[in-house]
Every structure is written in structure tokens, then in C-alpha cells.
Nanobody, 122 residues
């Protein structure tokens, strides 16, 4: 399985970005897809997750109400829509695929992308 994130960049506080996670060699219909981020000097933090079998979503408290995970069934791609961005959202963002028992634990995922950088700065 292969995952590729895209859509990162530099945005001003209060702005929006949409990240994409495109999968090949994997059918996302059978997995949960998580988004994680890692800021310099910090550990990898769970941002949110979508479980394909029922479409349920989960979010970290720090992003709840600002970030939305979605996918279009016909596409093997998951999206992370980020709004009202803050400087503390600056990080490398990763998508991951697996069958997690606890969605926010990185070790519960089997496949990872290489990440895309998001910088929130004025």
C-alpha cells in the first residue's frame, strides 16, 4: 500500500487549507484512515480519523469544530479540511491507514504517507 499526502503550504492565521491523502494498492473502503501531525521537537499527535465502514469520524479536542475529515466513495482519497488555522497547527501532517482499536495511537496503523508541511504564520 502507498499513501501520498498533498495540499500543504503556508497560510495566514485564520486561513484554510485542504489536505488530500491518495491511496494506491489499498482499497480505503476496508480501513480506517487517520490524520496525524508532528511539530518540531514534539511527538506525533492524532488529529482525526474516519472509519470507512460506517463513515464515523473522530477528532482531537484541539481541532474539533475547525477540521473536517471526509472522503468521496468513488475516490480512493481522504481529505482533511482545515479552517480557522492557528500558528500552533504548524506541523508536518501525515495520513495513515489501518484497523485501529484506539484511533489516536500511531502504532495502531499499518501504512503511512511521507507527510506534507503546513505552516501557519503571518
Amino acid at each position: 500500500g502507498h499513501l501520498v499526502e498533498s495540499g500543504g503550504g503556508l497560510v495566514k492565521p485564520g486561513g484554510s487549507l485542504r489536505l488530500s491523502c491518495a491511496a494506491s494498492g489499498l482499497n480505503l473502503d476496508y480501513y480506517a484512515i487517520g490524520w496525524f501531525r508532528q511539530a518540531p521537537g514534539k511527538g506525533r499527535e492524532g488529529v482525526g480519523c474516519i472509519k470507512s465502514f460506517d463513515g464515523s469520524t473522530f477528532y482531537a479536542n484541539s481541532v474539533k469544530g475547525r477540521f473536517t475529515i471526509s472522503r468521496i466513495n468513488a475516490e480512493n482519497t481522504v481529505y482533511l479540511q482545515m479552517t480557522s488555522l492557528k500558528p500552533e497547527d504548524t506541523a508536518v501532517y501525515y495520513c495513515a491507514v489501518g484497523h485501529p482499536t484506539v484511533w489516536a495511537i500511531p502504532d495502531e496503523y499499518d501504512y503511512w504517507g511521507k507527510g506534507t508541511q503546513v505552516d501557519v504564520s503571518s
